[in-house]
């Protein structure tokens, strides 16, 4: 059974920083593509970064280029999510998802599993 677990989420000021780290069981990590998503209350979950099995590609949403770094330990089975610089609109609940390797995706139909989730608040 596929398990990913987020966790790192929490309060923090604006212009602050979090890391999250996904924790994946049940699938041989390095042969699956992973993303990060974000969901706010009343909106549409929407694609935050991605990064290929073995790391050599990464891709962003606009909104947080330059400031978010999506990177992953494949020994650990673990996705991270490095944040800074942290803004009132990056609050959501935040999902890690995984995908058979075949290339990064930002749709979120694109991908075979998803975590429960974990919020982020940033307050203003």
């Known amino acids: 059974q596929v398990q990913l677990e987020e966790s790192g989420g929490g309060l923090v000021q604006a212009g602050g920083s979090l890391r999250l780290s996904c924790a994946a069981s049940g699938l041989t990590f390095r042969l699956v593509d992973m993303g990060w998503f974000r969901q706010a209350p009343g909106k549409e979950r929407e694609f935050v970064a991605a990064?290929?099995?073995?790391?050599?590609?990464?891709g962003y949403a606009d909104s947080v280029k330059g400031r978010f770094t999506i990177s992953r330990d494949n020994a650990k089975s673990t996705l991270y999510l490095q944040m800074n610089s942290l803004k009132p609109e990056d609050m959501a609940v935040y999902y890690c998802a995984a995908r058979r390797a075949r290339g990064i995706s930002l749709a979120v139909g694109g991908y075979d599993y998803w975590g429960q989730g974990t919020q982020v608040t940033v307050s203003s």
């Open positions: 990064v290929k099995w073995s790391g050599s590609e990464t």
